[in-house]
C-alpha cells in the first residue's frame, strides 16, 4: 500500500499567491506601469491628462500627484508608488512626477540584475548605499540662495510653472509667488519659516489669468449681511467673534405662560433689548466691521446697519484663523468682555461682485502673516490648473529659503549626480557595483524623458550632455525647444534642492521595499452564505416537483 501524502492547506479556500520571482515580476510591473502613465507629464513640453470619474467630473492636468490621486489605483505595489508622489507633495509641494518616474526606472533596472540572478537583497544594499551617496553628492553640488535673491527667487517660480497651463502669465504670477512668500514669511533662531497654509489660494473663474492679484489680506467667500450696511469700510477696526449674535435657545425645554396681550410685549421688547445690547456693545468697543463663525440675528444686522457696520456671518474656522494672523485681531468668545484691544487692523473692507458672486476683501494690512492670491481664469478647469501651478511654485519658493540651497533643472542635476555616482559604484565590491551603477543609469531617466517628450532623440542628448559634464560644465542641460544644450544656470532653470533630494530618498526607499517582497498573498472576500430553504420547498417558494 502507498502512502499517499495528504495536500495540507493553510490557507482559505479561493487565496491567490505569487512567490519568488513571479510576485516580484508583477510588483515592479504594476510599479512601472504607473510611472509609464504620468512619464509623458514631465517637463516644458509634458501633456496633460484627462481623468473622468465616476461621476462625470473632468480633471485636465499634468500635476503628478493629482492625475494618481484622480486614477484611483487599486494594485497595492501601484499604491505605493502612490503614497511615493503623497509624500513628495507634502514634503516640497512640488517634483512629483521626477519621484515616480525615478521609482519606476529604479525598479526596471533592478529587474534586469535579479534576471541575472543577482539577489535582491544585495540590490538593495547597493541601492541603499547609492541613495546615500547621491544625497551626500546633490548637497555639495548646490549653491546657496537667501530671501535678497529677487531674480533667482522668481526664476524657481517660473521653473515651477513652466509646462503647466500658468506658462502663459508666468512673470506675473512669479512675482506674485514671490511677494506672498516673503510676506508670511518668519525667522526663528535665524531659519526661515514658511507655511504654505498662511497662504490662501481663492480661485475665481471669469477674467483672465493675468488678471490673477495678491491681496495682503484676506479673501472671504461671504457677503454682508444686510444691504442698508456700507459697502466698504476705510481704516477698518476688526472684531472676530466666534459666539452667536442671537438669543440663545434653553438647552431644556421650557415653557412660558403667558396670560395677556401685555406681557407678549413685554417678552418681544426684552428680546429686542437683549439684541439691541449685542449692538451696542460691538459699537462701544469702537468696531467697524465684524466677522462672526456663527448666526447674526435679522434685529441685530439692522442695529448694525444703523451704526454703519460691516457684518458677515458664519465664516469658516480656517479663514478666522488667517484673519488673526492678517490683521493682529483676537478671537473673542465673549461680548461683555470685548475691548479695544481685540481689534485688528485693515486699510480697507469691502463688498466686491466677482462673476455672479458676492465677495469680501479685507485688504491692506500691515505687515500680515496671512495673505490671500485671488486666481482667474476663463474657464473652471484653467484656474484648477493655475491654482496646482501656484501650489508647486510657493512650494519651491518656500522649500528654496528653508533650505537656503538650490540647483539648477533641465536634466543638469541628474547628469552630474549620475556622473558622479558612477565614480562612486566603482569603489565599491562585489555585486553591490552593478546595483549602484544601475541606480547612476536610473538618475538619468529625467533627461532622457525630457528629451523624448520634446520629440528629441535621448540618445543624442544624453551623449552631448555627458561630453559637456566630463568637460566640467555642471550645468549643462538640455534646451527641449532647440535641442541644444545650455548652461541651465545661466537661462534661470533653477530649482530647490528639497526637489531632488526628496525624490532620490522617496524613490530609492520604495524601489528597496518593493524589492525585498517574494510572496504575494491576496485574499478573497468572504462569500455569503446563501439563506437555507424550509425543507420541501423548491426555488420561489414553489412546492418541489413530483
Aim: charged residues 30%; negative net charge; glycine residues 6%.
Amino acid at each position: 500500500m502507498s502512502n499517499q501524502v495528504q495536500p495540507i492547506f493553510i490557507l482559505p479556500e479561493g487565496t491567490q499567491r505569487s512567490v519568488g520571482r513571479d510576485a516580484q515580476r508583477t510588483n515592479i510591473m504594476a510599479a512601472k506601469i504607473v510611472a509609464e502613465t504620468i512619464r509623458t507629464t514631465l517637463g516644458p513640453k509634458g501633456m496633460d491628462k484627462m481623468i473622468v470619474d465616476s461621476l462625470g467630473d473632468v480633471t485636465i492636468t499634468n500635476d503628478g500627484v493629482t492625475i494618481l490621486e484622480e486614477m484611483q489605483i487599486e494594485h497595492p505595489s501601484a499604491k505605493m508608488i502612490v503614497e511615493v508622489a503623497k509624500t513628495q507633495e507634502d514634503e516640497v509641494g512640488d517634483g512629483t512626477t521626477t519621484a515616480v518616474v525615478l521609482a519606476g526606472e529604479l525598479l526596471k533596472n533592478a529587474e534586469e540584475l535579479l534576471d541575472q540572478n543577482v539577489h535582491p537583497a544585495i540590490l538593495a544594499r547597493g541601492f541603499r548605499l547609492a541613495a546615500i551617496k547621491a544625497n551626500e553628492i546633490l548637497e555639495s553640488i548646490a549653491e546657496p540662495i537667501s530671501e535678497k535673491d529677487d531674480k533667482m527667487l522668481k526664476q524657481i517660480a517660473m521653473t515651477a510653472m513652466t509646462g503647466k497651463g500658468a506658462e502663459t502669465a508666468k512673470e506675473k504670477l512669479s512675482e506674485i509667488t514671490v511677494k506672498a512668500v516673503r510676506e508670511v514669511m518668519e525667522r526663528e533662531n535665524n531659519l526661515a519659516m514658511i507655511s504654505k497654509d498662511n497662504i490662501k489660494l481663492e480661485k475665481k473663474h471669469g477674467g483672465a489669468i493675468d488678471e490673477t492679484e495678491l491681496i495682503n489680506g484676506i479673501v472671504l467667500d461671504k457677503e454682508r449681511v444686510n444691504a442698508s450696511m456700507p459697502k466698504s469700510v476705510k481704516n477698518a477696526k476688526i472684531l472676530l467673534l466666534d459666539s452667536a449674535l442671537e438669543i440663545r435657545d434653553t438647552t431644556t425645554s421650557a415653557k412660558i405662560k403667558i396670560k395677556n396681550p401685555s406681557q407678549m410685549q413685554t417678552f418681544l421688547d426684552q428680546e429686542e433689548k437683549m439684541l439691541k445690547d449685542m449692538a451696542d456693545k460691538i459699537a462701544k468697543s469702537n468696531a467697524n466691521v465684524v466677522f462672526c463663525q456663527k448666526g447674526i440675528d435679522d434685529v441685530v444686522q439692522h442695529f448694525l446697519a444703523k451704526k454703519g457696520i460691516y457684518a458677515a456671518r458664519r465664516v469658516k474656522e480656517s479663514d478666522m484663523k488667517a484673519l488673526t494672523r492678517a490683521t493682529g485681531a483676537s478671537i473673542v468668545s465673549n461680548l461683555d468682555s470685548v475691548n479695544e484691544k481685540d481689534l485688528g487692523k485693515a486699510g480697507l473692507v469691502e463688498e466686491v461682485k466677482i462673476s455672479d458672486d458676492n465677495m469680501t476683501f479685507v485688504r491692506e494690512c500691515k505687515n500680515p502673516k496671512s495673505v490671500t492670491i485671488l486666481i482667474k481664469g476663463s474657464t473652471e478647469h484653467v484656474v484648477d490648473e493655475i491654482q496646482r501651478a501656484m501650489e508647486d511654485a510657493i512650494g519651491d519658493v518656500s522649500a528654496a529659503l528653508t533650505d537656503g540651497k538650490v540647483v539648477a533643472g533641465a536634466g543638469s542635476t541628474e547628469i552630474e549626480l549620475a556622473r558622479q555616482l558612477r565614480k562612486f559604484s566603482e569603489s565599491l565590491s562585489g555585486r553591490e557595483q552593478l546595483a549602484a551603477a544601475k541606480f547612476a543609469e536610473a538618475v538619468e531617466v529625467i533627461p532622457r524623458t525630457l528629451a523624448e517628450n520634446a520629440g528629441l532623440d535621448p540618445i543624442d542628448v544624453l551623449t552631448d550632455l555627458r561630453a559637456a559634464h566630463d568637460k566640467k560644465q555642471k550645468w549643462a542641460g538640455i534646451d527641449v525647444f532647440t535641442g541644444k544644450v545650455i548652461d541651465a544656470w545661466q537661462k534661470g532653470v533653477i530649482e530647490p534642492l528639497k526637489i531632488k533630494t526628496q525624490a532620490v530618498s522617496s524613490a530609492s526607499e520604495v524601489a528597496i521595499m518593493i524589492l525585498r517582497i517574494d510572496d504575494v498573498v491576496a485574499g478573497t472576500k468572504k462569500e455569503m452564505p446563501m439563506p437555507q430553504m424550509p425543507q420541501g420547498m423548491g426555488m420561489g417558494g414553489m412546492p418541489p416537483m413530483m
